[in-house]
Protein backbone atom coordinates (compact mmCIF):
# COMPACT_ATOMS: atom_id res chain seq x y z
CA UNK A 1 0.00 0.00 0.00
CA UNK A 2 3.02 2.44 0.64
CA UNK A 3 4.48 2.01 -2.84
CA UNK A 4 1.23 2.97 -4.34
CA UNK A 5 1.14 6.01 -2.34
CA UNK A 6 4.65 6.96 -3.39
CA UNK A 7 4.28 6.12 -6.84
CA UNK A 8 1.04 8.16 -7.06
CA UNK A 9 2.75 10.94 -5.43
CA UNK A 10 5.44 10.61 -7.93
CA UNK A 11 3.75 10.27 -11.24
CA UNK A 12 1.63 13.85 -9.75
CA UNK A 13 4.49 15.36 -8.98
CA UNK A 14 6.22 14.55 -12.79
CA UNK A 15 2.77 15.08 -14.52
CA UNK A 16 2.42 18.24 -12.50
CA UNK A 17 5.87 19.62 -13.44
CA UNK A 18 5.19 18.36 -17.22
CA UNK A 19 2.44 20.08 -17.80
CA UNK A 20 3.86 23.61 -16.49
CA UNK A 21 6.63 23.54 -18.27
CA UNK A 22 4.73 22.85 -21.46
CA UNK A 23 2.00 25.03 -20.77
CA UNK A 24 4.80 28.07 -19.73
CA UNK A 25 6.34 26.94 -23.51
CA UNK A 26 3.58 26.78 -25.32
CA UNK A 27 1.67 29.83 -24.05
CA UNK A 28 5.33 31.97 -24.71
CA UNK A 29 5.59 30.44 -28.28
CA UNK A 30 1.64 31.51 -28.61
CA UNK A 31 2.67 35.10 -27.99
CA UNK A 32 5.51 34.98 -29.88
CA UNK A 33 3.61 33.83 -32.86
CA UNK A 34 0.93 36.22 -32.34
CA UNK A 35 3.13 39.40 -32.12
CA UNK A 36 4.76 37.92 -34.99
CA UNK A 37 0.96 37.64 -37.31
CA UNK A 38 0.09 41.11 -35.60
CA UNK A 39 3.21 42.82 -36.53
CA UNK A 40 3.73 40.90 -39.95
CA UNK A 41 -0.08 42.42 -40.93
CA UNK A 42 -0.48 38.96 -42.69
CA UNK A 43 -2.82 37.00 -41.03
CA UNK A 44 -5.20 36.83 -43.74
CA UNK A 45 -1.93 35.27 -46.17
CA UNK A 46 -0.87 33.17 -43.23
CA UNK A 47 -4.09 31.54 -42.10
CA UNK A 48 -3.06 28.06 -41.95
CA UNK A 49 -1.23 29.35 -39.19
CA UNK A 50 -3.50 30.79 -37.24
CA UNK A 51 -5.93 27.86 -37.55
CA UNK A 52 -3.07 25.70 -36.77
CA UNK A 53 -2.39 28.11 -33.70
CA UNK A 54 -6.38 27.80 -33.08
CA UNK A 55 -6.58 24.27 -32.90
CA UNK A 56 -3.51 23.79 -30.99
CA UNK A 57 -4.96 25.96 -27.65
CA UNK A 58 -8.53 24.21 -28.38
CA UNK A 59 -6.04 20.54 -28.05
CA UNK A 60 -4.35 22.26 -24.80
CA UNK A 61 -7.69 23.13 -23.33
CA UNK A 62 -8.43 18.84 -23.54
CA UNK A 63 -4.82 18.06 -22.13
CA UNK A 64 -5.48 20.85 -19.21
CA UNK A 65 -9.07 18.99 -18.62
CA UNK A 66 -6.85 15.46 -18.49
CA UNK A 67 -4.88 16.69 -16.30
CA UNK A 68 -7.21 18.16 -13.90
CA UNK A 69 -8.87 14.37 -13.60
CA UNK A 70 -5.61 12.57 -13.28
CA UNK A 71 -4.80 15.12 -9.90
CA UNK A 72 -8.81 14.09 -9.27
CA UNK A 73 -8.37 10.74 -9.41
CA UNK A 74 -4.99 10.29 -7.25
CA UNK A 75 -6.70 12.35 -4.51
CA UNK A 76 -9.40 9.97 -4.17
CA UNK A 77 -7.01 7.02 -4.85
CA UNK A 78 -4.26 8.36 -1.94
CA UNK A 79 -7.53 9.52 0.24
CA UNK A 80 -8.76 5.87 -0.42
CA UNK A 81 -5.81 4.45 1.05
CA UNK A 82 -6.26 5.60 4.43
CA UNK A 83 -3.93 8.12 4.72
CA UNK A 84 -3.84 11.30 2.80
CA UNK A 85 -0.45 12.31 1.13
CA UNK A 86 -1.20 14.42 -1.66
CA UNK A 87 1.23 15.03 -4.54
CA UNK A 88 0.04 18.22 -5.38
CA UNK A 89 -3.10 20.25 -3.14
CA UNK A 90 -6.50 19.18 -4.70
CA UNK A 91 -7.74 22.93 -4.93
CA UNK A 92 -3.89 24.27 -6.12
CA UNK A 93 -4.01 21.73 -8.87
CA UNK A 94 -7.67 22.48 -10.09
CA UNK A 95 -7.20 25.74 -9.85
CA UNK A 96 -4.11 25.59 -11.73
CA UNK A 97 -5.36 24.07 -14.17
CA UNK A 98 -8.74 25.46 -14.62
CA UNK A 99 -6.86 28.84 -15.14
CA UNK A 100 -4.24 27.33 -17.74
CA UNK A 101 -7.33 26.26 -19.94
CA UNK A 102 -9.29 29.93 -19.40
CA UNK A 103 -5.84 31.31 -20.90
CA UNK A 104 -5.99 29.02 -23.78
CA UNK A 105 -9.32 29.74 -24.88
CA UNK A 106 -8.84 32.95 -24.33
CA UNK A 107 -5.38 32.92 -26.73
CA UNK A 108 -7.79 30.75 -29.13
CA UNK A 109 -10.21 33.79 -29.31
CA UNK A 110 -7.17 36.60 -29.86
CA UNK A 111 -6.08 34.22 -32.46
CA UNK A 112 -9.54 34.33 -33.90
CA UNK A 113 -9.76 37.39 -33.76
CA UNK A 114 -7.10 38.06 -35.28
CA UNK A 115 -7.90 35.80 -38.23
CA UNK A 116 -11.44 37.85 -38.43
CA UNK A 117 -9.82 40.90 -38.81
CA UNK A 118 -10.54 42.71 -42.02
Same mark, same amino acid.
Given at each position: ????????? /???????????? &?????????????? &? !?????????? &??????? !??????????????????????????? /?????? $?? $?????????????????????? &? !?????? $?
Amino acid at each position: MKEDRIEIN /AWGRLIAQTFIY &WYTGFFAFNAIGLG &W !IISANRARQL &WIVCCTF !ILFNLLGVVSSTFVALYGRDAHRRLAG /AGEFVS $PF $PIRLWNGITVNCAISLVAMAAA &W !IGVLAK $P
